[in-house]
T-cell receptor, first 111, second 116 residues
Framework: DTEVTQTPKHLVMGMTNKKSLKCEQHMGHRAMYWYKQKAKKPPELMFVYSYEKLSINESVPSRFSPECPNSSLLNLHLHALQPEDSALYLC??????????FGDGTRLSIL | AQKVTQAQTEISVVEKEDVTLDCVYETRDTTYYLFWYKQPPSGELVFLIRRNSFDEQNEISGRYSWNFQKSTSSFNFTITASQVVDSAVYFCALSLGVGANSKLTFGKGITLSVRP
């Protein structure tokens, strides 16, 4: 079991739906990250939060909306997604000077 | 710009064989960090090692060993006496710092299959 917990593990949604991905860690890490990973590709960074503030947005479309309500929780709100958004979404966290620790990911399918 | 090249895409070995995964990186910065991550079929990226640019010491951890050579910009990973549980995708990555404002640049990954 990882120390970064992501829910749900799998999500199927239509293009008009609104859903959220959740990520939680209790390691006291103050940096949290969202990555998108397509099949047989490396992870691509989407967002970084540092001390609950958005510090990096890698020009991600506005249909993805991150939120960091507290130091342990990171959400990714999804709305009006496209079929090409189907992927594995990985959350990670880290101390400021330490390697990132990843969760199991959420496998998202857009119908 | 930073770049990580993992020229091998798929490797298949029989259990107990040794296998080396190659990683070549490019950066103009003198301070950087190199990483290896393992991704089993479950999806989680498992951190294996971090090495900073000022520490060229090789490292051994059980059946795993890493060879960092700045002269050839390589950070290779060897698994000794491979096991079926080693089957996974292995990513080499580079960052110019650590923490929230440092981005990981990943290689394309190497799919390792260990057959019984």
């Amino acid at each position: 079991d990882t120390e970064v917990t992501q829910t749900p593990k799998h999500l199927v949604m239509g293009m008009t739906n609104k859903k959220s991905l959740k990520c939680e860690q209790h390691m006291g890490h103050r940096a949290m990250y969202w990555y998108k990973q397509k099949a047989k590709k490396p992870p691509e960074l989407m967002f970084v939060y540092s001390y609950e503030k958005l510090s990096i947005n890698e020009s991600v479309p506005s249909r993805f909306s991150p939120e960091c309500p507290n130091s342990s929780l990171l959400n990714l709100h999804l709305h009006a997604l496209q079929p090409e958004d189907s992927a594995l979404y990985l959350c990670a966290s880290s101390h400021p000077a330490e390697p990132q620790h990843f969760g199991d990911g959420t496998r998202l399918s857009i119908l | 710009a930073q770049k990580v090249t993992q020229a091998q895409t798929e490797i298949s070995v029989v259990e107990k064989e040794d296998v080396t995964l190659d990683c070549v990186y490019e950066t103009r910065d003198t301070t950087y960090y190199l990483f290896w991550y393992k991704q089993p079929p479950s999806g989680e990226l498992v951190f294996l090692i971090r090495r900073n640019s000022f520490d060229e010491q090789n490292e051994i951890s059980g059946r795993y060993s890493w060879n960092f050579q700045k002269s050839t910009s390589s950070f290779n990973f060897t698994i000794t006496a491979s096991q079926v549980v080693d089957s996974a995708v292995y990513f080499c990555a580079l960052s110019l710092g650590v923490g929230a404002n440092s981005k990981l640049t990943f290689g394309k990954g190497i799919t390792l299959s260990v057959r019984p």
